[in-house]
């Protein structure tokens, strides 16, 4: 990585660090989205139709993720190729196991910056009320799925704040922690 890349991603990340919310402690916090609800499959695959990834908004959403105790980003075993699954490392409890769809794989990022995530029911239906979400085409279908949504790919700083208190509170809703 070149000098330039390195300055440029060192602003970036001290841009995001000024940004830093409250924690979304209920789904009365999330904000309405202001940015277009993407297109999206209703099949499976569910993907969105249409949108790009930020390469610099993804790459910080993956730090950011990382940064969460006990999670390895690793390759997901559940979505596309180029996928990125968010693990949770074997010496975390899992508290809910019926809610993630595969191993401990709790959340994944697909190649243009969205997210499957596994939210308490009660946020997913915020998060998809507020613009931030849509329901995975099986949520309904398996038992623990009732919060399986797919996250928009953030466009801005403001809205990956967003995506990543959601990822944090799909990760403490998978673990019960708060």
Do not use: C
């Not at 995001?16 to 202001?34: G, K």
């Not at 029911?121 to 979400?133: D, H, N, S, T, Y």
């Not at 399986?148 to 959601?166: A, H, N, R, W």
């Amino acid at each position: 990585m070149n000098l330039l890349t390195r300055l440029r991603l060192l602003t970036f990340a001290a841009a995001l660090s000024l940004f830093v919310t409250p924690a979304i402690a209920d789904s009365a916090e999330i904000p309405a989205r202001s940015s277009p609800i993407p297109s999206t499959t209703n099949s499976v695959p569910h993907v969105q139709i249409g949108v790009s990834a930020d390469p610099k908004i993804s790459a910080e959403l993956l730090l950011q993720a990382s940064k969460i105790p006990g999670v390895e980003i690793r390759e997901t075993v559940i979505s596309l190729p180029g996928a990125k699954g968010f693990w949770i490392n074997e010496g975390v409890t899992i508290a809910r196991p019926n809610v993630i769809v595969g191993g401990r794989e709790f959340a994944h990022m697909h190649p243009d910056g969205s997210l499957h995530a596994s939210l308490s029911p009660e946020l997913a239906k915020k998060a998809v009320e507020r613009g931030w979400a849509t329901y995975h085409p099986w949520a309904s279908q398996r038992p623990g799925w009732e919060g399986f949504v797919m996250i928009y790919t953030p466009g801005s700083i403001d809205e990956l704040k967003v995506v990543l208190q959601l990822v944090m509170q799909s990760y403490n809703f998978v673990t019960g922690k708060s």
